[in-house]
């Protein structure tokens, strides 16, 4: 099979790297687990797979280039994947292969340990992956993957406690960085953020004795599952024969959580903190109105993540909202074999203006982010064409200076438009009218933090913005990459 073609037109958005599901008390858990992972789909899209556990077949497992629905919806798969606990995986590159996913890398990854089989499934990303793999190496361990996920197998595989839980907060006590994990064993569903709580997990009660752990409350609705709560941050459960047992396995910390899985990542139908995704995108967008209003005739999003702060921006300002671009479908990242010819196509095979709509009129565009800055370049070509009289950006985060180590795909720092131009330049690069960003305060406040940000305590993560990260990047300062000066 010919690997997982990346979209050759999305490479100007951060991407979260990946979902994780695991479910058990249920009969055909795999298949619950595979509707999950669908759910998921938009936190990876180059491959996944499922690890399940029936005590007369064992451990079983299936990975898979690309979709969730075109790989896991099949009588021939799922068949091999019987029993009532299962875990699963949907992902993207970051650490591990870049490009092209290698079937290796794709997790859940497990094996045999002297103490019974386990498999793990991991959403983050490890920051002193690199020291720990040369350590380990050195002292024997073989690596089957490029993932840093594969670390902890080895580090559970050396612990001498005398069980699979055990080994599990043993092995990372052991890491850095960020990372919720769903591990199974034969018996037992684990679930545990790391002392940050920089990635997202929750629980979920599905029938009467069935559990579920997942990256989004989304993927609680599509099987009908309640959500109970949230895992917190440096918490770990234990589920086993319908009981929940919850630990303390590291020192307390304040919390760190990603503030980007409130601007992107997450699906604005899922809930973070009992907040709705949604209304903090919406509020995100009445702060830019009061923060960068402007004279314009219509506010249009940038389809579809700039979707919810478009509409936040026109309530508030009163600019009429309006679809000025509309969005194919019905692109998928298999749609074509990406030759320089169609490359140069850019977003029109993905975005087209409605030019009855724009001309003439003075459009306000609303996009949750700028990256590179390429694909805002296109759009106000696309739209200066479509006869607009001026085009203006609003962007529903605050610039992004600084690389994300933490479980996101992000360009290196001096790729990053904001790294090296100011707001203004930016402007100039791109070629609007005018370009303004929501500030840290304001994302703070749409977020429920009514004071905004307070700097010598935030109360997410927000590196990408600050360049102050919560856990130093050891493997990168390693290599040579400076973080930024204390203020």
């Known amino acids: 099979m010919q690997p997982f073609l990346s979209h050759p037109f999305d490479d100007d958005k951060l991407r979260e790297e990946c979902g994780i599901f695991g479910a058990i008390g249920v009969a055909d858990a795999a298949s619950f687990v595979a509707l999950g992972l669908h759910a998921l789909q938009h936190r990876g899209q180059e491959a996944g797979g499922i690890v399940a556990y029936d005590p007369e077949e064992g451990f079983n497992s299936a990975r898979r280039f690309g979709y969730v629905r075109d790989n896991f919806t099949k009588s021939d798969v799922m068949q091999t994947l019987p029993g009532s606990l299962a875990i699963g ?54 690596f089957q993957s490029s993932s840093d996920t594969e670390c902890i197998i080895h580090l559970m595989a050396r612990s001498m406690q005398k ?93 760190r959580f990603c503030v980007f899985e409130h601007v992107y990542f997450s699906r604005p139908d ?32 940038v389809p579809d993540s700039g979707t919810p702060a478009a509409i936040g921006f026109s309530e508030e300002s009163g600019i009429p909202f309006a679809f000025g671009i509309v969005r194919n479908q019905y692109v998928g990242r298999t749609f074509i ?4 010819q169609i490359r140069n196509m850019g977003v029109r095979l993905k975005l087209n203006v409605n030019r009855a709509l724009v001309r003439g009129r003075r459009v306000v565009l609303v996009d949750d982010s700028v990256v590179r800055g390429t694909t805002s370049r296109k759009i106000k070509e696309m739209i200066l064409e479509a006869g607009a009289a001026e085009v203006h950006f609003r962007i529903a985060s605050p610039p992004t200076a600084w690389p994300c180590f933490y479980g996101v795909d992000t360009p290196e720092r001096s790729k990053l438009l904001a790294a090296t131009m100011s707001e203004d330049e930016m402007r100039d ?30 109360r997410f993560c927000d590196a990408c913005f600050s360049g102050q990260y919560p856990v130093a990047p050891s493997d ?12």
């Open 270 to 301: 899922s809930l973070i903190g009992g907040r709705s995704v949604y209304e903090t995108r919406r509020q995100i967008g009445v702060e830019l109105a009061r923060e960068a209003p402007v004279a314009a005739d219509l506010v249009c999003p």
């Open 163 to 255: 069980t699979l839980a055990e080994r599990i907060k043993d092995a990372l006590r052991a890491v850095e960085g960020a990372f919720s994990i769903i591990a199974m064993t034969r018996t037992k569903l684990i679930g545990v953020r790391d002392p940050l709580g920089v990635r997202p997990l929750v629980l979920g009660r599905i029938g009467e004795h069935g559990h579920v752990l997942a990256s989004e409350t989304c993927a609680l609705d599509i099987i009908g599952a309640t959500f109970l709560r949230e895992i917190e941050p440096g918490e770990m459960v234990v589920i086993e024969k319908g009981e929940i047992a919850s630990s303390r396995p590291f020192a307390p910390a304040a919390p």
């Open 89 to 142: 995986h949907v992902r993207y590159s970051t650490q591990g292969s870049k490009g092209h996913t290698a079937i290796r890398d794709v997790q859940p990854f497990g094996g045999e340990f002297s103490v019974g089989g386990c498999a793990i499934a991991h959403n983050g990303n490890l920051t002193n992956a690199a020291a720990l793999r040369r350590q380990l190496i050195e002292r024997g361990a073989i």
């Open 337 to 340: 074999e990406p030759t320089e």
């Open 476 to 487: 990168m300062i390693e290599n040579g990459f400076r973080m930024k000066a204390a203020e």
């Open 429 to 458: 690069w791109i070629g609007v009218n005018s370009l303004k960003f929501v500030s840290l305060d304001g994302l703070y406040r749409a977020a429920g933090e009514a004071q905004g940000r307070d700097p010598a305590a935030p």
